[in-house]
């Protein structure tokens, strides 16, 4: 391949710069009106009535964009009074909108004309560092009341001392845990660890009377510790999702309520016995006249087949895939039967908003279909299409000027005290 010269270069480069500038500036503008739309979305909570979970969830589902941009941009409407003056630099195409993120997720109040005129030459990257350097708010001192010190009896409140915290990461190969236990768990922890690993122990020294295999570890115990919990826990409760509730319905008036609870509404009381064992009685004048069937709940074996079919919520554009319910496509109350057919399944927030009428599940499962408020049909694709209107006339976008931060001579932003 011939060399080609630095001035062919220069001049390519040159173009290219100039067009990239030009898409980048409609870019941001055509994103301002984005973060509009979603700040409507989110100032009056239409996402609810649209079948999302969140202005995130909506934006994620109806834009086709990822998690993490969702959240950018409803970051940005969740704050967009309190930053006029970025998000007008994001509407002339000056500013992008990890810029105007960045500084709508972390800046403090009152710092909105400061980051402005940072994000003119600042990077990303600069703006997070700068955002890190920002003071930490100080808690207004709360007034010492004795009586705050003591409950409802007069007697003092006790401190709650050291807490049980649990977290975990992962990579590749493992998932790492971090378990921070106060000393009084922590020895009933270390006993129950002590029992599994001494069983462990006597049943490698029958099996095994040479001492020729390895001696279990305290992992072994550990795992075996969490197999004997979730064995029990099974048992206790093969469907391993809900428990048992008593509700108590009077035939005359039609109106059911908690065992020693309140009344439920319709949407309430069918919500919990959709995925549960209910035990039902039924009353005439105040007297038990007798108790009605149970329902069926969904055993381990049906909610496998289930979660292997479905894998996530059901409900388009959502995709939770942790504490999902079997919903009953056919209510039992009206004679559906627990069978996998007329299963399906479904998150809390989109189960309880499918029994208040916010949304519409029907099946059989395999001719799903899903319906808002309004009756119309959710579908899990975006909401692009080709563009009619034309590009917006704002200035090319340069981008920033990338030049190394002497962060030496930066000037935090720090809050203004309030006027006297």
């Not at 409803?74 to 810029?99: K, M, T, Y």
């Not at 995925?275 to 909610?303: K, M």
């Amino acid at each position: 391949m011939p060399p080609v010269s630095s001035l062919a270069i220069d001049e390519r480069l040159s173009v290219l710069h100039e067009e990239l500038a030009e898409l980048t500036g409609q870019r941001n503008a055509i994103d301002a009106r984005i973060v509009e739309i979603a700040a409507e979305i989110d100032r009056d909570e239409l996402w609810a009535a649209a079948g999302a979970r969140s202005t995130a969830g909506w934006l994620a589902w109806k834009a086709g964009v990822s998690p993490s941009r969702a959240q950018t941009i409803a970051a940005i409407a969740h704050r967009f009074d309190e930053f006029p003056q970025c998000i007008e630099g994001l509407a002339q195409g000056r500013f992008s909108v990890d810029q105007v993120g960045v500084i709508a997720e972390r800046g403090l109040p009152g710092s909105d004309e400061h980051f402005a005129t940072m994000a003119q030459c600042a990077t990303v990257s600069q703006l997070r560092t700068a955002l890190k350097m920002q003071p930490k708010p100080t808690p207004e001192p709360q007034p010492v009341d004795e009586a705050d010190d003591e409950d409802d009896d007069g007697e003092a409140v006790a401190d709650p001392g050291p807490q049980v915290s649990i977290t975990s990461t992962s990579d590749e190969q493992y998932t790492y845990w971090h378990i921070a236990l106060p000393h009084v768990e922590n020895a009933a922890f270390e006993a129950a660890l002590a029992s599994h690993r001494d069983a462990l122990v006597a049943e490698w020294s029958t099996g095994d009377p040479d001492g020729r295999g390895p001696i279990p570890s305290t992992a072994a115990a550990f795992l075996r510790l969490v197999h004997a919990g979730w064995d029990a826990e099974a048992a206790a409760r093969p469907h391993g999702q809900r428990t048992t509730v008593v509700v108590h319905v009077d035939v005359a008036e039609k109106v059911a309520a908690l065992h020693l609870g309140p009344v439920l509404l319709e949407h309430d009381r069918r919500y919990l016995t959709c995925d549960a064992t209910c035990e039902v009685w039924f009353h005439r004048d105040g007297q038990v006249i007798g108790a009605g069937r149970s329902t069926r709940t969904v055993n381990r074996r049906l909610r496998r087949a289930l979660e292997h079919r479905d894998r996530e919520c059901v409900v388009p554009g959502c995709g939770a895939t942790r504490a999902l319910h079997a919903h009953h496509l056919v209510h039992w109350e009206d004679g559906g039967p627990t069978e996998l057919w007329n299963l399906a399944l479904v998150c809390p927030y989109h189960h309880r908003a499918h029994h208040r009428g916010l949304i519409t599940i029907t099946g059989p499962a395999d001719q799903l279909v899903v319906t808002d408020a309004a009756g119309r049909a959710l579908t899990s694709a975006s909401l692009a299409r080709t563009p009619t209107q034309p590009l917006p006339d704002v200035a090319p976008c340069p981008g920033p000027t990338g030049e190394r931060a002497n962060w030496w001579w930066y000037q935090p932003y720090e809050t203004r005290p309030p006027d006297d």
